[in-house]
């Protein structure tokens, strides 16, 4: 009897302990453990805030096949565009449109995953680095000079 209380003392710790780190890597799914790996690399640092329970669509954008961030709005480019064409470009190059640079590119991605805001970040990065196209017509003259 002496020997039988360490045995089931034993399976008791044994069994607490398995249910305490199995509850702790059921915390995190491997597509949240996916998602955290990419936002590691990214230009800017964003925290998963909540996990959905039905999909949405979020938009993230990178630069040359690295990310730069999530968008919380993505309406934000289409007004920076427009503000930034009439800020820097209206004058030189009337009429025309900007868009975003030849690396930058946007994706629209169904996420069960609520992102921090980091926008202004993004919109900042896009600035500094200035990152925009403007969008006008390729002129060829007959001695072969383009403009």
Do not use: C, H, W
């Amino acid at each position: 009897m002496k020997k039988f209380i360490p045995v089931v003392l034993a399976v008791m710790i044994s069994l607490i302990i398995t249910v305490i780190t199995s509850g702790a890597n059921q915390s995190q799914n491997p597509e949240q453990v996916r998602i955290q790996t990419e936002l590691d690399g990214a230009v800017f640092q964003q925290e998963i805030l909540r996990v959905y329970s039905q999909p949405q669509m979020v938009t993230k954008i990178y630069d040359a096949n690295r990310l730069i961030g999530v968008l919380s709005d993505s309406q934000i480019i289409d007004s920076v565009l427009s503000k930034t064409y009439q800020d820097l470009y209206a004058i030189d190059f009337p009429n025309s449109k900007i868009g975003l640079g030849e690396d930058i590119y946007t994706t629209v991605e169904l996420s069960y995953f609520e992102y921090s805001n980091v926008d202004d970040l993004i919109v900042d990065y896009l600035k500094e680095k200035d990152l925009f196209s403007v969008e006008v017509f390729k002129i060829e003259f007959s001695n072969g000079a383009v403009i």
